[in-house]
């Protein structure tokens, strides 16, 4: 997977809903896309995938499970907090 890449390229003045045109893995901007759906604050989305472990996943970052192709499980996560069922 490319998504160490992908973190690596994400620029701090790069806006997350405009990915850039290089090729990158798809897992990566589906989860930036959602959670930016549930915060809208770029620097607390990037701070999360960056850092945040998520203790119902294992206890790992959303940038770690996803390298780990574990995309679907985040999205499933975050589709929940939309949902409401988690703050």
């Known amino acids: 997977m490319t998504t160490g890449f992908c973190a690596a390229a994400w620029e701090k003045s790069r806006n997350i809903s405009e990915p850039p045109s290089r ?3 798809t897992g990566f ?4 896309r ?3 759906d549930i915060d809208h604050d770029e620097q607390r989305v990037r701070d999360w995938y ?3 472990t998520i203790r119902e996943l294992g206890g790992k ?3 770690e499970l996803v ?3 574990e995309t679907d499980r985040v999205m ?3 589709r929940s907090i939309r949902r409401g069922y988690r703050d």
Do not use: R
Request: aromatic fraction near 10%.
């Open 67 to 69: 390298q780990m192709g």
């Open 61 to 63: 970052t959303a940038q």
């Open 50 to 52: 960056l850092t945040v």
């Open 76 to 78: 499933g996560f975050l």
């Open 29 to 32: 901007w589906s989860v930036l």
């Open 23 to 25: 090729p990158l893995d």
């Open 34 to 36: 959602l959670a930016k």
